[in-house]
């Protein structure tokens, strides 16, 4: 790359001069009226450390150069090309480009859910790969999402899916107060394109803890055909309302599966219809003679 160099020009005030480059310098025009002004220009902020410099102007191929009245361009304008030039050549940097953050497009809309306390807020894009659920906030820290949600003070519970995030909120507020602040934040979240969950996340979660419990185990055959029933029936069902559930075990003798109700599923009234009337039916017809009740393990 070939050396920068500069032609002084003169302009129509005799206060400023036009030192014109032989290569772009910079792309669009910056103005800096004092070295505060200058944070982004290293040469900028050493030009102003000269007691003559009054405004400096940087465009495309040229610098422009105001004085005070103290002294005369033609007694300093050669040594101020050549303190230029040497700075460029040398490798310093005339503006450090702030790089401005690209948001990501995405759609955030509320949903309400069978528990009036949950309301489930919904992404157009997938946001995790499998299910979080958190119930306070030292549960939450390896979530950057859940952490920040739990400091509204009116978030109780946190759970978050594929493609949404359902809050359980306590009483002191209504929905209707709350709902496009918080959907404005998780929209904000996910454009800036910040980490829902680390890679590495742990939870105190108990039921986390089953979960995993039962993924090690070797199940009896009712189990697992129980877990197929749940992951094909039910749990898009469920999932559609803002919450999960998750097998946890089944008592052979006295025919009893329990299962775990995350999110919205999770203390809502409804959810022992749906346990009785829908879950707890659906598997006595397709596994007969081996289902007599099904309870929910909240936590």
Not at 280 to 299: D, F, H, R, S, T
């Amino acid at each position: 790359m070939e050396p920068i160099s500069f032609t002084i020009n003169t302009t129509t005030s005799d206060t400023i001069i036009k030192l014109t480059a032989t290569s772009v310098l910079t792309s669009g025009s910056h103005e800096f009226n004092n070295i505060d002004e200058a944070k982004n220009s290293p040469l900028v902020q050493q030009l102003f450390h000269l007691p003559f410099i009054k405004r400096v102007l940087i465009s495309a191929n040229f610098i422009a150069l105001e004085r005070y009245a103290i002294i005369e361009w033609d007694t300093v304008q050669e040594e101020v090309k050549e303190q230029i030039e040497n700075y460029l050549n040398s490798g310093g940097e005339l503006i450090i480009e702030e790089e401005s953050k690209k948001l990501v497009p995405v759609e955030v809309y509320s949903e309400v859910t069978p528990n009036p306390a949950v309301l489930k807020f919904v992404s157009n894009k997938r946001i995790v790969e499998k299910d979080f659920e958190f119930k306070n906030i030292e549960e939450a820290k390896g979530s950057l999402l859940a952490t920040e949600l739990f400091n509204f003070p009116f978030v109780k519970e946190v759970f978050i899916s594929e493609n949404y995030v359902s809050i359980t909120k306590f009483d002191i507020v209504e929905w209707s107060e709350v709902t496009n602040e918080i959907r404005s934040f998780v929209k904000q979240f996910i454009a800036e394109g910040k980490t829902v969950v680390s890679e590495n996340i742990e939870t105190n979660s108990k039921a986390e803890n089953k979960i995993e419990s039962t993924e090690t185990e070797n199940l009896d055959d009712v189990s697992k055909q129980i877990i197929d029933i749940l992951d094909e029936y039910i749990r898009p069902a469920v999932a559609a309302d803002g919450g999960n559930i998750l097998f946890q075990s089944y008592n052979e003798e006295e025919k009893i599966v329990s299962v775990i109700l995350q999110g919205a599923c999770s203390g809502c009234p409804s959810s022992t219809i749906t346990l009785k009337n829908g879950i707890e039916n659906m598997l006595k017809q397709l596994i007969p003679g081996k289902i007599e009740e099904v309870v929910a393990v909240n936590y």
